[in-house]
């Protein structure tokens, strides 16, 4: 928190005042309930379409979650976005990162596109990854650089190739301090959870990203992938499923295999979810590589209480089609030194394997 009083002005007008191009791509707006399907009767969920543009601008500084600044006391807050996506991170960031920071922020002078990234991998795809869509409506995620934090794995930086991103124009930069740029591309993040607890999503972006990486994955003659998968959280630090074994032995015993994302490419990681006709997942990073998987697939996803879990296999199963049941996990034993969100816990069994048996009826 801070009481740094800043003035916010949108990508468009500060694109307007320099001069530079704005591309706007979709207007955001209630869509009304849409439905989303379940192993029983279709389920309602209120949607908006997400707000979507593009846009160039000289000589700023990109610092935070992609946030903007192109004088003292003045930034560009792109407001639809992730709900971590806040005026109080912004003044926040600007602060630590502008007001505090003693270094010269390095200049990159080639015109480029900024994706930025953050952790864990669940966020890198759905807030950053899938602006590459946005940058293509202009042509330039396939002939500017593309410019990504070197705090990343490789096996998600092949994402980006595996969208089509030439490998060359792939340019990996320190994130503190902040980087000014001559000129540069912005757009926002796609997928959001507003604040008034609804969902907006970009369906356009989801299928156009989603196809490119199923077209570039499948195109040369691979082995298809298992049919049914489970998505654990084995060895994760926090938000364990205490009795996944347990879970495990059900659904081994239903010839699930389980899926191990360690060290695959992202052309491996699609090909591993991209014949599964069932997937058992637990809430977490690996939440969105659901998407991948067939239009008719069947996802079980296991949801800790505070995990509101919306742009992971349930955001994109509203847009794909994906039939999407989830059963809420309990905390048992509450641990004070775990945030909300990061409780360990553990899931009624004969819940899953009713909804996983009943899945598996021709």
Not at 82 to 92: I, S, T, V, W
Not at 114 to 129: N, T
Not at 170 to 178: S, W
Not at 212 to 220: E, G, M, P
Request: charged letters at 25%; a negative charge.
């Amino acid at each position: 928190m801070t009481n740094l009083e800043l003035s916010n002005i949108t990508l468009q007008k500060l694109c307007e005042e320099q001069g530079e191009p704005y591309r706007h791509i979709t207007s955001g707006g209630f869509d009304g309930p849409r439905k989303i399907r379940t192993i029983d009767a279709p389920m309602l969920v209120n949607f908006h379409r997400a707000d979507m543009y593009c846009g160039r601008v000289r000589d700023v500084v990109v610092f935070g979650k992609s946030y903007v600044t192109d004088q003292p006391g003045r930034g560009v807050f792109l407001g639809q976005s992730h709900r971590d996506y806040n005026l109080n991170a912004f003044a926040q960031s600007y602060v630590e990162e502008i007001v505090a920071e003693t270094r010269q922020n390095p200049l990159i002078e080639e015109e480029c596109c900024f994706l930025g990234g953050a952790k864990p991998f669940g966020h890198f795809i759905f807030e950053y990854l899938y602006r590459l869509p946005a940058f293509d409506v202009a042509d330039l995620s396939k002939r500017l650089p593309v410019i990504l934090f070197d705090d990343f794995p490789e096996e998600w930086v092949s994402f980006l190739e595996l969208y089509g991103v030439p490998p060359q124009n792939i340019f990996r930069i320190p994130r503190y301090p902040a980087v000014r740029f001559k000129s540069v591309w912005i757009a926002p993040c796609p997928n959001a959870l507003g604040r008034d607890r609804n969902y907006r999503l970009w369906d356009d972006g989801i299928h156009k990203l989603r196809n490119t990486l199923r077209a570039n994955a499948l195109q040369d003659n691979h082995p298809p992938g298992p049919k049914r998968l489970f998505l654990g959280r084995k060895g994760a630090a926090h938000r364990r499923l205490l009795n996944e074994d347990a879970l495990w032995e059900m659904l081994a015993a239903r010839e699930f295999e389980r899926a191990d994302f360690v060290g695959l490419s992202a052309a491996e990681q699609v090909r591993l979810v991209a014949n599964a006709q069932l997937i058992v997942s637990v809430v977490g990073s690996a939440s969105p590589i659901t998407s991948f998987a067939p239009d008719n697939c069947t996802i079980i996803e296991i949801r800790p209480p505070n995990v509101v879990g919306a742009l992971g296999s349930f955001g994109f199963a509203v847009v794909i089609g994906q039939r999407l049941n989830w059963v809420e996990s309990k905390i048992l034993a509450w641990d004070s030194s775990k945030p909300p969100i990061d409780q360990d816990t553990e899931v009624d069994i004969d819940s899953v394997r009713d909804l996983v048996d009943r899945a598996l009826k021709p």
